[in-house]
């Protein structure tokens, strides 16, 4: 009843503007997605007065949350999609999708998997991705594109175990815990290694339990039940530390989102904490840094860089610390391009129907991106989320990076 | 610790978060959304601004004429191609109404109207809000001396919307129009348009213009995209749009990408929640630090001052206690000046709660309406949230948040 109420205020202070639509990166280039305002609030007030459910219309979201961080009335837009997929999910009479896609939203969704069967065999694995015969057979069989820009696989990051057994000691020590994501752990776990790095190079002692996949791709391919139960598995190995105030921290913005935004909400020991207690890793030496902790014996830097903001990283709220903390560093200089999303959004630009649009609603970065190189502004592009690097190397042929790496080179890391 | 921490997005929060920048501060701007510019025509409205400076308590009172035009200067020069030419221009409206602005982009304004011998409408397939029954006769009016004559365009690239009947906003034309292949089909539409009216042209007959919806002809310098500057056979007319409207957004992501050219930072999608205070020296009150609510935590954000643009009703800035007819200022919980038709039962008739909002000193620094005393020092509010002004009426909405942006930019 109380969601029911909360749902029927913000119904009410939407004032159907259409500001979130004219934003939407999919409504912009997909005529059948009838984009938020449609699928959020207007859509909503019919599921609540007839429950009836806009079927596979849903599916068209990509979940890059831009609506909600253009709203000028504070419509929880994408809560309103999210809530109604997981109701269709289970939903008897749904119609439900073509095997295939189940199947193929079993393979994205989990990117864990994938991650896994990836590293036991890197070289194997990229080597047959990388096959044109294979992609045109993961084309065929599963519905993923076969340009769309799968990314490499490399020797996973591995755990790292906790030195000290209780409770107590945890609490003496200044420790923080890593949460890699799939991405990081499995497609570049020397990003995860160098944020360790980092993390160690300010004083802190790191933990890197065995965590399982956030859950935001499972969610964004459907598979709920499992993603309640990654965040639960994931929040039993956090609860002891989030009891002494050991911070979480996050390097791809879609994990820490999903920490925020959603473990909150799963009826655990611990879920109570995780929001105040997830940190972007950037967010986190930058209160470092407010408090004065933050080592500033940089080595000069001359180098300019284009950056990209990625959506999920724009919904947490939180601004940018990554640009923040970059600016602490004599001689380095940065583009800000804010042009919106790459387009990839999680696996939605790997899926075969969505390829196409997933580019044409990168292009703008694109575009940006290159006329910032040709332009002579920079030649490098930086931005925290590995799918977006993943898309603007494609999209643009410019060379991307996670900026913990700009950090490193300017602590004499790298 | 920020030097300016400026709380909302509009016209007023990123005009001053510019002008700050600017001055070297170091500024954070703080937004839950984008504000009104996603309604905002495009045209800069000051009103009547000596017979407004005589209404009691009205923003502009708080200026002098010269800050003023020093304010209306500042935006030309953030937005070169808006020009002041220190009187109202005319314009069409959406309807196709003449209307004037104080400062217009250089693609509305319209030529000498006696002049001009034939107008071409032309109108795009399936243009969500655009009603060209009612724009007829209205440029019929406003061209005296011309024709006028409707072309529809159909793009097929939108064929499919319009098929499917999903609205084409202008915002989605004017996108389209940007791209090399949107610019191509209009500057053919338009080329066949000047093929028709050749022969009449060459006899001897005045001008041929297009007037158009949905189209923004020009995008600025430092535009991500690369500056833009349409290019077509014969002079076109924009129309300003409702909402959401091109010339809006295209202002609003101008502003943003200037502010943060100038080192500025904008956390989106956050809200200021509430502040904590701490007492002056002499006796006052200043902010400590503000209470933002980001995704799961509350930050803490600290600055030597602050610049409150959070807008009206609308924007946010003042929330309104439905029931009770209570409303209160969101964030500082600022004494609210509420004119008396308040509660009365003409409640709506006159609007009267358009004026209500925050009272300030000359500083824009806020007071209390019944002591007149500066209740925080550190504290300067403009835009729509200021007390005694009523934007649709007196037609000055973003001259107000102008003017005012521009000078708490100058102060802080
Ligand atoms: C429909 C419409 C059409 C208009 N057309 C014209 C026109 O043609 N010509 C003209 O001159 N003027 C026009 N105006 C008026 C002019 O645009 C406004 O005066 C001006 O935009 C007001 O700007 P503002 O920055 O004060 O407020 P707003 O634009 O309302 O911005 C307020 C901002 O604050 C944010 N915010 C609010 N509360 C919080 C909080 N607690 N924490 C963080 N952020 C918060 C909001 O998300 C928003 O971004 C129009 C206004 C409207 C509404
Ligand atoms: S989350 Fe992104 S794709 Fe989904 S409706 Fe909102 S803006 Fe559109
Ligand atoms: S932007 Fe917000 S208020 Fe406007 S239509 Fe979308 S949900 Fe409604």
């Known amino acids: 009843m109380k969601y029911r109420d909360d749902v029927i205020t913000s119904l009410d202070t939407c004032i159907k503007c259409s500001a979130c639509t004219a934003q939407c990166p999919v409504s912009k280039v997909n005529p059948n997605f009838g984009g938020p305002k449609w699928l959020g609030p207007d859509a909503e007030r019919l599921r609540l007065e007839s429950g009836a459910i806009l079927k596979l219309a849903l599916d068209d979201c990509s979940n890059c949350k831009t609506c ?144 399982h996949c956030c859950g935001l791709p ?22 002891n ?110 899926k075969k129907e969505k390829y196409e649009i997933s580019m044409q609603i990168g292009r703008g970065l ?9 332009h002579g502004d920079f030649q490098e592009m930086i931005t925290e989320c590995g799918v977006c690097k993943v898309q603007i190397e494609h999209g643009a042929g410019v060379p991307t990076k996670h900026p913990v790496w700009i950090l490193a080179q300017a602590y004499g890391l790298a | 610790m920020w030097d300016v921490v400026v709380i909302g997005g509009g016209l007023a929060g990123l005009l001053a978060g510019i002008r700050a920048a600017q001055r070297q501060k170091k500024v954070l701007l703080v937004t839950e959304g984008v504000g009104t510019l996603f309604f905002f025509s495009g045209i800069i409205d000051y009103g009547d601004v000596e017979q407004l400076r005589l209404l009691p308590g009205h923003p502009y009172q708080l200026f002098d004429q010269e800050t003023i035009n020093r304010g209306r200067k ?86 499919r919307w319009f098929e499917l009947g999903r609205p084409i906003t202008s915002v989605d034309y004017a996108d389209y129009w940007r791209t090399q292949k949107g610019h191509k089909v209009l500057k053919q539409a338009i080329g066949k348009i000047k093929e028709k009216f050749s022969s009449r042209l060459e006899n001897g007959e005045k001008s041929v213009v297009v007037v158009m919806p949905s189209l923004v002809t020009e995008y600025w310098e430092n535009a991500r995209r690369g500056k833009w500057v349409a290019d077509f056979p014969l002079s076109v007319m924009e129309i300003s749009s409702f909402s959401p409207s091109p010339h809006g957004r295209h202002l609003a992501e101008y502003l943003r990408h ?48 602050y610049i409150l643009a959070t807008g009206g009703l609308l924007g946010g800035g003042i929330e309104a206690i439905n029931e009770k007819r209570e409303i209160r200022e969101a964030v500082f919980d600022l004494p609210v000046f509420i004119p008396e038709e308040w509660s009365s039962p003409h409640f709506f008739e006159d609007q009267p709660y358009a004026f209500a909002g925050i009272m300030t000193d000359h500083q824009l620094c806020p007071i209390n309406p019944l002591t007149r005393e500066v209740v925080l020092e550190n504290v300067y509010v403009v835009g729509r949230l200021l007390a005694h002004w009523d934007p649709w009426i007196q037609r000055c909405g973003a001259g107000v948040s102008i003017t005012s942006g521009f000078v708490a930019g100058e102060s802080v």
């Open chain 2, 74 to 159: 500042y935006m030309e020069q953030v937005c070169p191609d808006y020009i002041d030419t220190e009187r109202s221009e005319a314009v069409l409206s959406p309807l196709g109404l003449l209307r004037s602005g104080d400062l217009v982009p250089k693609g509305m304004k319209l030529p000498n109207l006696l002049s001009v011998g034939s107008v071409v409408l032309l109108v795009p397939n399936g243009l969500k809000d655009f009603f060209p029954e009612i724009v007829v006769p209205n440029l019929t009016n406003v061209f005296k001396n011309g024709q006028i004559y409707v072309e529809n365009l159909v793009v097929e690239e939108f064929q």
């Open chain 1, 366 to 374: 694109f575009e940006a991106t290159k006329i910032g190189v040709n």
């Open chain 1, 68 to 211: 909600e961080s253009t709203c000028p009335s504070g419509v929880k837009i994408t809560d309103m999609i999210l809530k109604a997929r997981r109701k269709r999910s289970l939903d008897q009479n749904t119609p439900t999708l073509a095997l295939k896609m189940r199947l193929r939203g079993y393979v994205l969704g989990r990117a864990e998997y994938l991650g896994r069967l990836g590293v036991i065999w890197p070289g194997l694995t990229n080597k047959v991705l990388g096959l044109k015969i294979m992609r045109y057979g993961l084309d065929k069989a599963l519905g993923i594109s076969k340009f769309g820009p799968l990314p490499p696989y490399s020797q996973a990051l591995g755990i790292r175990a906790d030195q000290a057994k209780d409770g107590q000691n945890r609490k003496l020590e200044r420790k923080v815990m890593y949460f890699p994501g799939c991405y990081t752990n499995y497609n570049e776990p020397n990003t995860g290694r160098m944020v360790i790095k980092i993390l160690e190079h300010v004083g802190y002692k790191v933990v890197v339990p065995d965590f």
């Open chain 2, 258 to 305: 200037i502010f943060q050219d100038l080192g500025g930072e904008i956390v989106f999608g956050a809200r200021a929640v509430r502040s904590e205070l701490e007492p002056t020296e002499n006796g006052y009150q200043r902010c400590k630090q503000l209470v933002v609510q980001s995704k799961g935590k509350e930050l803490i954000l600290k600055a030597e001052k």
């Open chain 1, 241 to 350: 530390y989030l009891q002494v105030n050991v911070p979480i921290i996050t390097s791809c913005t879609s994990c820490g989102l999903t920490l925020k935004e959603e473990y909150p909400k799963v009826s655990v020991p611990g879920a109570e904490r995780i929001g105040q207690q997830t940190f972007d890793l950037f967010e986190f030496l930058w209160s470092l840094h407010e408090k004065n902790e933050l080592p500033l014996n940089f080595i000069k830097q001359e180098i300019s860089l284009g950056y990209h903001l990625p959506c999920h990283l724009r919904a947490q709220g939180i601004g940018i610390p990554s640009l923040r903390v970059l600016s602490l560093i004599p001689g380095i200089n940065v583009h800000n391009l804010d042009v919106g999303c790459c387009g990839l959004s999680g696996s939605y630009g790997f």
């Open chain 1, 218 to 239: 499972l969610e964004a391919n459907g598979q709920f039940a499992k993603a309640q139960v990654n965040a639960t598995h994931n929040l039993e190995l956090m609860e």
